[in-house]
């Protein structure tokens, strides 16, 4: 089945504890983003990666790093990760390079991390 | 920069009516629009998306939209509304001249539908 997967799906951790969310997708997509869900504010994105070595900032990129070795796997990694940073986050994969369709997402199920 | 608006945060049917969700965006052009579907414990779904072309938009689960330039809104209707379809509604543009693929939501439509 065709799929982002996001791992781990919850997690509650202590200010400080670096920390790593694994995403990973079946389907070859070039372009995989991070975004974060916040109550009354949709979602935003942290990072996205055009293609394997290439990553760049999206609208709220502090606190959040991101390396994108391989063209299945996108980590979203918090080296010190503050209660502020509690959210829903969601990684997402496009097949296309360019074009409409680049913007067709394909969202995994979310990972809830709480930051106490 | 682009900008969505959902004005209604919370929308209460009964089951059979008619639905419709509003979706209002600020873009200096024609914006690609989405809607998307989030399930409580899921990831977004997505219902339809608009690139160009004819502006009355089908979806998947007998959603559609109409694109309506005049009026900078993309709303979101289904003719009759079933249980199933409780969920949080996303409303999404993209802009066609960058490169980074973002998208930018609107704040989310709940859904809440009454036997």
């Known amino acids: 089945e065709a799929q982002v997967t996001q791992n781990p799906r919850y997690l509650i951790t202590v200010t400080g504890k670096k920390l790593t969310v694994t995403c990973s997708q079946n389907?070859?997509?070039?372009?995989m983003s991070w975004y974060r869900q916040d109550p009354g504010l949709g979602l935003r994105q942290i990072y996205y990666?055009?293609?394997?070595?290439?990553?760049d900032k999206g609208d709220v990129p502090e606190g959040y790093k991101v390396s994108r070795k391989e063209k299945r796997n996108f980590p979203l990694i918090l080296e010190s990760p503050s209660p502020n940073q509690t959210s829903l986050y969601f990684c997402?994969?496009?097949?296309?390079?360019?074009?409409?369709?680049?913007?067709?997402?394909?969202f995994g199920a979310g990972s809830r991390l709480t930051v106490l | 920069a682009q900008s969505v608006t959902q004005p209604d945060i919370h929308i209460t049917v009964s089951e059979g009516a008619s639905l419709e969700l509003r979706c209002n965006y600020s873009?200096?052009?024609?914006?690609?629009l989405f809607w998307y579907v989030q399930s409580p414990g899921q990831g977004l779904q997505l219902l339809l998306k608009?690139?160009?072309?004819?502006?009355l938009v089908q979806g998947i689960k007998g959603f559609e939209a109409e694109f309506k330039r005049s009026q900078s809104s993309f709303n979101l209707r289904k003719p009759s509304v079933h249980w199933s379809d409780a969920a949080e509604y996303f409303c999404?543009?993209?802009?066609?001249?960058?490169?980074?693929?973002?998208?930018?939501f609107g704040s989310g439509t709940r859904l809440q539908v009454q036997p």
């Open positions: 873009y200096g052009a024609t914006p690609y």
């Open positions: 990666s055009m293609n394997v070595e290439v990553t």
């Open positions: 389907m070859n997509h070039e372009y």
């Open positions: 997402a994969s496009s097949r296309d390079r360019g074009g409409a369709g680049a913007n067709v997402l394909t």
């Open positions: 608009y690139f160009s072309g004819d502006t």
């Open positions: 999404a543009v993209g802009a066609p001249d960058t490169g980074r693929r973002a998208l930018t």
